[in-house]
């Protein structure tokens, strides 16, 4: 849905679009454990019912259920991701967009909250070989709880996270006072926050802990989770965020000039989810949009007003006190505050891009073309990943 509404404004025109490639199991193992990235490679739903005691050691339950081609779709948004960030670290774009990446709750031998490979750690580990230091920003209504955990003894990578917190909400992790250890203590960041948080409450911890945040971190690249279920009317949030509100975050993050790889993440209004991010790749490419959506294979979804904006509820209360967000601001500073300097790396030996054999797709697979529809289909320019000679945006 979010890429036929690109289509139909057009701004995949001011983009290089390339079909992800799948990522090698051996890129998955950079994090993921071999044992972890073997089971995701055999298990399908007719399988599953003969390893019950690793779908038991994985955390395969109802919240992350075993599907057709799970595999394929975790090598395809991982590739993605991963992808984005060599193009970033080769400085052949300023930024790239990965809508369907984001799987923030992945563990390192663990599948969590409909997440099973953690595409953000990947891509984090690929800047690091270019960069001293990166920013991981997650605005998901859920807590970013694997990236945290595979950072959370690092001063390279620094992770903020803007989420609900409290009254058991997943994945219950996120504490303000949670704030890394040893090398990595101050370079964990906590936002937590209450059910009905708008765009002013929001934005009035949102900008200064970003100022303070660039300030003394500097970092090289970042890496920004966009969850869509942080908006109004999610089916399964509780913020009151406005798709301005939304989008705000991320004109101001683009501000800073740095290079940065955005994502997707939660969102369980498919609609709304498909207006935020296509709102957001404007915002990206300097693209003013009209309110009116173009029509597309979609158009029936957006029904009555098919309209891009997506308001926040004139009635629902916000539970953020004003006390509550001076000593969210106050804490958050008082710990960033701690950090003297921006942390050095010796940088003098540079990994090379990892490299791996080329998959070659089933012949039986349906194409992006075919996928993507008629309307796609002329107008769509799909470039290969393996095109260095591109230059994007």
Same mark, same amino acid.
């Given at each position: 849905?979010?890429?036929?509404?690109?289509?139909?404004?057009?701004?995949?025109?001011?983009?290089?679009?390339?079909?992800?490639?799948?990522?090698?199991?051996?890129?998955?193992?950079?994090?993921?454990?071999?044992?972890?990235?073997?089971?995701?490679?055999?298990?399908?739903?007719?399988?599953?019912?003969?390893?019950?005691?690793?779908?038991?050691?994985?955390?395969?339950?109802?919240?992350? %259920? +075993?599907?057709?081609?799970?595999?394929?779709?975790? $090598?395809?948004? @991982?590739?993605?991701?991963?992808? /984005? =960030?060599?193009? !970033?670290?080769?400085?052949?774009?300023?930024?790239?967009?990965?809508?369907?990446?984001?799987?923030?709750?992945?563990?390192?031998?663990?599948?969590?909250?409909?997440?099973?490979?953690?595409?953000?750690?990947?891509?984090?580990?690929?800047?690091?070989?270019?960069?001293?230091?990166?920013?991981?920003?997650?605005?998901?209504?859920?807590?970013?709880?694997?990236?945290?955990?595979?950072?959370?003894?690092?001063?390279?990578?620094?992770?903020?996270?803007?989420?609900?917190?409290?009254?058991?909400?997943?994945?219950?992790?996120?504490?303000?006072?949670?704030?890394?250890?040893?090398?990595?203590?101050?370079?964990?960041?906590?936002?937590?926050?209450?059910?009905?948080?708008?765009?002013?409450?929001?934005?009035?911890?949102?900008? %200064? +802990?970003?100022?303070?945040?660039?300030?003394?971190? $500097?970092?090289? @690249?970042?890496?920004?989770?966009? /969850? =869509?279920?942080? !908006?109004?009317?999610?089916?399964?949030?509780?913020?009151?965020?406005?798709?301005?509100?939304?989008?705000?975050?991320?004109?101001?993050?683009?501000?800073?000039?740095?290079?940065?790889?955005?994502?997707?993440?939660?969102?369980?209004?498919?609609?709304?989810?498909?207006?935020?991010?296509?709102?957001?790749?404007?915002?990206?490419?300097?693209?003013?949009?009209?309110?009116?959506?173009?029509?597309?294979?979609?158009?029936?979804?957006?029904?009555?007003?098919?309209?891009?904006?997506?308001?926040?509820?004139?009635?629902?209360?916000?539970?953020?006190?004003?006390?509550?967000?001076?000593?969210?601001?106050?804490?958050?500073?008082?710990?960033?505050?701690?950090?003297?300097?921006?942390?050095?790396?010796?940088?003098?030996?540079? %990994?090379?891009?990892?490299?791996?054999?080329?998959?070659?797709?089933?012949?039986?697979?349906?194409?992006?073309?075919?996928?993507?529809?008629?309307?796609?289909?002329?107008?769509?320019?799909?470039?290969?990943?393996?095109?260095?000679?591109?230059?994007?945006?």
């Amino acid at each position: 849905m979010t890429h036929h509404l690109v289509l139909g404004y057009g701004l995949h025109k001011q983009m290089d679009i390339y079909r992800p490639r799948k990522a090698h199991p051996a890129e998955l193992a950079q994090f993921h454990s071999d044992e972890y990235v073997e089971f995701l490679s055999r298990v399908t739903p007719e399988t599953q019912g003969t390893m019950l005691q690793q779908l038991r050691l994985f955390n395969i339950n109802e919240d992350c %259920p +075993i599907f057709d081609n799970m595999f394929k779709y975790c $090598q395809v948004y @991982a590739g993605a991701s991963v992808e /984005g =960030a060599v193009r !970033l670290n080769h400085g052949t774009c300023d930024i790239a967009i990965n809508w369907s990446g984001g799987l923030h709750h992945a563990k390192k031998a663990e599948a969590s909250g409909f997440c099973y490979v953690n595409d953000l750690v990947l891509a984090i580990l690929e800047l690091l070989k270019y960069h001293a230091r990166v920013l991981y920003l997650d605005i998901d209504i859920h807590h970013g709880d694997g990236v945290e955990e595979a950072f959370y003894l690092s001063d390279r990578v620094m992770t903020v996270s803007f989420h609900k917190y409290g009254d058991f909400f997943f994945p219950g992790t996120g504490d303000i006072q949670d704030i890394g250890e040893m090398n990595g203590k101050y370079y964990t960041v906590n936002v937590p926050l209450k059910d009905g948080t708008n765009d002013e409450t929001f934005h009035q911890l949102f900008k %200064p +802990i970003m100022a303070k945040v660039m300030q003394v971190f $500097q970092p090289g @690249a970042i890496v920004l989770q966009c /969850g =869509a279920d942080s !908006l109004a009317n999610d089916r399964l949030g509780c913020f009151n965020m406005s798709l301005r509100g939304h989008g705000e975050a991320i004109s101001f993050m683009k501000s800073f000039g740095v290079p940065m790889l955005v994502t997707g993440g939660g969102g369980y209004t498919k609609h709304n989810v498909a207006r935020c991010w296509t709102y957001e790749t404007a915002i990206l490419t300097d693209n003013q949009v009209s309110e009116q959506l173009p029509k597309s294979d979609y158009h029936e979804y957006f029904s009555p007003d098919f309209s891009l904006n997506v308001s926040a509820h004139k009635v629902m209360d916000d539970h953020n006190t004003r006390a509550d967000v001076e000593r969210i601001l106050r804490t958050v500073l008082q710990q960033l505050s701690q950090i003297p300097h921006a942390p050095s790396a010796g940088m003098s030996y540079v %990994p090379p891009d990892f490299k791996t054999p080329q998959f070659n797709y089933d012949h039986d697979e349906e194409s992006m073309e075919e996928r993507v529809g008629r309307y796609a289909r002329s107008h769509l320019i799909i470039k290969d990943p393996m095109d260095d000679d591109a230059d994007g945006p």
